[in-house]
């Protein structure tokens, strides 16, 4: 297929190409893996500043999005590739493959690192929020190299899913700590103030006054974002809830848990150790259902999956889509609706899409990145909550996207007076931090073109 740049697509291509430390904050259907493959086929066969490209993706990603835009686009034909995911053989046999761009997945950037040499002059890290925890393995090993690697590329839609503290490891894995500091320590002082803590225990922190633009003003050389809404035609969407409300023992059962921890059954017993675990049993308990030990859940009430039930007979058979979280949500909606289908493979996707399923479930840990299911449907139905911004707008722009031939509706079940309403009040709170730091680095299309 021939491509014909957009002239925002153009200018970010040519951001990569000017700038060897980049990263591109590009929500969904902006086409960033064209933009990306264009500037790498241009500075290794064009400008021959780059011989050997490694990019790192989640693994779908890897393995179907990046090979399928290589082979869609005909000016990218000079490019030779070998995908290396798979069991260790099979990973082993890529890298022995010559060829000028390798894709791996993330959770194999230290099986990589620790094994083999690092020849890669440029490396491309496609979603670079999964490098925003500086303690995981897969950023250590890829800091401990990234001195070798002349150019770097960091592509993501959610620059900062859970606040400006993100920055600091996603920015510095680009460019090796120049802008915000070689240690969190000298950067949280700088930048950040305690807010939540327990005498010496500190376990937030907010930025201090001016912080978030002297922050911006440190990175936005190195940093562009774009929103598709500016660039291209966009569905619209809507937002809107379904409050549900436990009766007075259900609501007896919430408040004795989350004050006292623990909660006896006749047959087990629900027992949080600490608050992240009370607040995972507040969430699956507001949902319906809490783990005790093991697989083993009691059921509190069915409150969402009556709304759920009237929610799918509104659609008038028009495809629904479900985000679940817990396995014994998958359960539970199983049984009250036989016919929804789990969409956790090629064949079950292709079904979707062709709208054959009337009722899909997903799971935002496992369809946040790489799915294209627009073409199914233009519902989808929150009947778990996650903390997580990243996952929550990803798996949203699975069906909110480029192609999306009808308004997209995005709907909540808010179990009232629980977790679920602190849930969405922290994603609300969230998307206002990343709006920021995304229009402070917004690309000016007109400033660009005349630099």
């Not at 001195?147 to 620059?159: D, K, S, Y």
Request: glycine share 6%; net charge positive.
């Amino acid at each position: 297929m021939k491509y014909y740049p957009h002239d925002y697509q153009k200018l970010a291509t040519d951001f990569i190409i000017q700038n060897p430390v980049s990263a591109l904050f590009l929500e969904m259907g902006l086409g960033k893996s064209v933009i990306t493959l264009t500037a790498i086929w241009e500075l290794m066969l064009n400008y021959f500043l780059v011989s050997k490209v490694l990019v790192i993706a989640p693994l779908r990603v890897a393995r179907d999005t990046w090979l399928s835009e290589i082979n869609k686009w005909e000016h990218l034909a000079g490019l030779t590739y070998s995908v290396v995911i798979g069991s260790e053989k099979e990973r082993r046999q890529a890298l022995m493959k010559r060829a000028q761009l390798y894709l791996i997945n993330r959770e194999n950037v230290k099986w990589l690192i620790d094994n083999y040499p690092f020849p890669y002059d440029m490396v491309v890290i496609d979603e670079l929020s999964s490098f925003k925890n500086y303690g995981a393995q897969r950023f250590k090993a890829l800091r401990k190299v990234r001195p070798r690697v002349g150019r770097i590329v960091g592509l993501t839609g959610t620059p900062a899913p859970n606040g400006l503290m993100d920055l600091w490891a996603e920015i510095g894995i680009l460019d090796m700590g120049v802008r915000l500091g070689r240690f969190i320590g000298a950067y949280r002082e700088q930048y950040f103030m305690p807010d939540k803590r327990n005498q010496n225990v500190i376990f937030s922190y907010k930025p201090k006054a001016n912080a978030e633009h002297a922050i911006y003003e440190k990175i936005k050389d190195i940093a562009i974002s774009m929103k598709n809404m500016d660039h291209i035609k966009m569905p619209e969407c809507v937002y809107s809830s379904m409050t549900v409300k436990m009766d007075p023992k259900e609501s007896k059962f919430y408040e004795k848990l989350k004050k006292d921890m623990f909660l006896p059954f006749e047959d087990g017993e629900i027992d949080a150790v600490n608050a992240a675990a009370l607040s995972n049993k507040l969430i699956q308990m507001a949902n319906g259902a809490v783990y005790m030990d093991g697989e083993k859940y009691v059921v509190i009430h069915d409150r969402k999956l009556d709304t759920l039930e009237d929610l799918i007979e509104a659609a008038n058979g028009k495809p629904v889509l479900i985000a679940y979280w817990y396995k014994h949500d998958l359960e539970r909606i199983h049984r009250r609706f036989p016919e929804a289908i789990r969409l956790d493979n090629q064949k079950d996707l292709e079904d979707w899409n062709v709208g054959k399923v009337p009722v899909a479930l997903i799971h935002p840990a496992s369809a946040g990145h790489g799915l294209n299911l627009q073409a199914g449907g233009s519902t989808i139905i929150w009947f778990s909550l996650t903390w997580s911004l990243e996952l929550y707008q990803q798996t949203n722009a699975r069906l909110h996207r480029q192609g999306q031939k009808e308004t997209v509706v995005v709907q909540h079940i808010i179990n009232g007076g629980t977790i679920d309403e602190d849930v969405m009040l922290a994603l609300q709170r969230k998307d206002k931090t990343q709006e920021a730091l995304i229009n402070a680095v917004k690309a000016n299309m007109r400033k660009e073109a005349r630099t």
